[in-house]
């Protein structure tokens, strides 16, 4: 069944956007009392279309969702190419990412404003909304504004950053020795690499530098295979 | 270094394609004299531009590398859309895969004939080249003719099909109790899933029914999926 996020809810009935609405009635051609499930407010609700242009969206009931992550995982990332951000998001978000960061790095693209990072997010947002659709999540991942790495000292949780500096631990060592921890922060670096300036910092900040493997790893591919393994990891 | 795979070995001179040749002139901007690494035969050289338009590639000696597949995987995969079967390709060249079998399935695009299968693999075939070159191998992955699941019958090693069905083993556990073996042969489904049929075709072939836990993923996100966590659990 298609699912959509609300923006609203007013007192039985949800409140959809108007991409979603257009989606329902030009892509999906549904009709009154079709069936659809919402989520709002991390609830999933079995809802029906009611009449007046189908605008009207009916709760019939409450719907369990089994899709739960054993950890709370926070991805962090530079600034990239259009096409491999969006990969990235639409990717890290079916594979159950809960934040993401986006990071001001010595060789990531810096030269952005304000109001420039403000319209990527949104369309990040947007791809990630849909991910979540797609793969059925109760929630979207989290945006947050563009930091730096200074602002990452108040993170909880298990902190990564993956690195390609000799001699050190594989990420399968650091997750074995970590198997109870419930909260999850990686740092995934540009297309040139992090500085060794940075990886200080990272290090300053509490962050263990892990290797993925000897394998050359394209940038937007990384967070997909970090993602996996966490999961693979946690699974029962 | 920029690493090129070449197509004949002459004496000590390597001849590489037109691309890699209009590559090396146009895009790179290399001169004589430049150093390069020439893949020919799975053996790795260190190699100098001659004179002559730099067409001469010159022989300095044999370099050693470093990325080796513990196991060997091979990749069993219905005809998608273009976009999708390229990244694909590319994913799963970056990620080790060794050879990529191209599958009719019931729920899958079926309607090609032998030309126009060839060209597409020519395409497949310069994804694979491209990334195996960025991703430092010494060798590129293999695409076989498109075969029927009935041609499954040949291969060797564990045998994993993906599966959505209900109560069946994990691919952690599966993998935890193979952890000995050297080869592993993975079929995944079109975007409307492998039909019940299939399945039981598979079986019988002794394909393992395994779930990647409970997640919805987009088809083309599974190859990395499972091969990031093979990378991971045969990972020292």
Redesign the interface.
């Known amino acids: 069944m298609q699912r959509y996020f609300a923006k609203e809810k007013n007192n039985n009935q949800l409140i959809l956007n108007n991409d979603d609405f257009y989606h329902i009635k030009t892509v999906m051609r549904m009709k009154e009392n079709d069936r659809i499930e919402v989520v709002y407010n991390k609830i999933l609700y079995l809802c029906t279309l009611g009449s007046s242009n189908l605008e009207e969206i009916n709760i019939v009931k409450e719907l369990e969702h089994?899709?739960d992550n054993r950890v709370n995982i926070t991805l962090i990332i530079p600034l990239l190419k259009e096409q491999k951000m969006d990969l990235i998001f639409q990717?890290a978000t079916?594979?159950?990412v809960n934040k993401i960061i986006p990071i001001i790095m010595e060789r990531s693209i810096i030269n952005i404003d304000k109001n420039k990072f403000n319209k990527k997010r949104e369309r990040w947002n947007r791809i990630c909304k849909e991910a979540s659709e797609?793969?059925?999540r109760i929630d979207v991942p989290i945006i947050t504004d563009l930091k730096k790495l200074k602002d990452l000292d108040k993170l909880e949780g298990l902190k990564l950053v993956c690195s390609t500096s000799k001699d050190i631990m594989?990420?399968?060592m650091c997750l074995k020795n970590n198997d109870k921890c419930d909260r999850i922060n990686i740092v995934i670096g540009p297309e040139g690499g992090i500085t060794e300036n940075e990886e200080k910092i990272l290090v300053s900040l509490g962050f263990n530098r892990v290797t993925l493997?000897?394998?050359?790893?394209?940038v937007e591919?990384v967070p997909?295979?970090i993602l996996?393994?966490i999961?693979?990891?946690f699974?029962?």
């Open positions: 089994n899709i990717k079916e594979l159950g797609q793969s059925k594989s990420v399968k493997g000897n394998r050359i790893l394209r591919t997909m295979v996996s393994i999961n693979y990891e699974m029962e």
